[in-house]
């Protein structure tokens, strides 16, 4: 199903995207930088699901998007103060963390290295879905794994046809770099990927 976003139906379409979530359907979303696949945290199959769409390596965990720090809880066991600091900076926006992911999340998001990856995502439509949702979503681009990334409805149908359950169409995406990823569940700011956010201004 593929619904196109207006001025006057955002509301609709995030509740209907959320209700597909829950059920356990995936779903393809807008980000800040191109489009993204969605499944609901702790829902195992959606999760495999996923994984096998996209052709996924099983020892790629998978990010997950938040519409606020107050939820952390559901995923991360601690957040340590360089953690902190680097949220009340960055987010909402392209910033990735990895936090000491709470006890019994999926593999999935872990890939069994006891992390899990997380960000409050800047001004899109996958803000207003997180904060619609107020339970983490995956963030997985949406391509097969090693193909370019969607920043389009379109590019999505290419990649996936009649798979995802919810195509949310909020136009061309604007692309340029992903989000930066920085590990800090040793306290220490530790740079994975080097993306929209630069390791100068990081450790400003």
Same mark, same amino acid.
């Given at each position: ?59 790629? *965990? ?29 987010? *909402? ?42 339970? *983490? ?40 770099? *992903? ?26």
């Amino acid at each position: 199903m593929l619904v196109k976003i207006t001025e006057n139906n955002l509301n609709e379409v995030l509740q209907k995207a959320v209700e597909i979530l829950k059920k356990g359907g995936i779903i393809a979303y807008p980000t800040e930088t191109f489009y993204g696949l969605g499944a609901k945290y702790d829902n195992e199959d959606s999760l495999k699901k996923l994984y096998e769409l996209k052709k996924r390596p099983e020892e790629k *965990p998978m990010p997950l998007i938040i519409g606020t720090g107050e939820i952390l809880p559901m995923i991360a066991a601690s957040v340590n103060t360089s953690a902190s600091a680097l949220m009340d900076k960055f987010w *909402p926006g392209p910033l990735t963390l990895l936090l000491n992911a709470k006890e019994g999340l999926s593999n999935y998001l872990t890939a069994n290295t006891g992390k899990v990856a997380v960000r409050i995502p800047g001004e899109s439509i996958a803000l207003h879905l997180a904060k619609e949702a107020g339970f *983490p979503i995956t963030a997985t681009s949406a391509n097969i794994s090693g193909m370019l990334p969607a920043d389009s409805a379109k590019a999505v149908i290419t990649y996936f046809e009649d798979k995802i359950d919810l195509i949310i169409d909020g136009g061309k995406t604007p692309g340029g770099l *992903p989000s930066t990823i920085v590990d800090v569940t040793g306290g220490k700011i530790k740079i994975l990927r080097e993306g929209a956010i630069s390791s100068l201004t990081l450790t400003q």
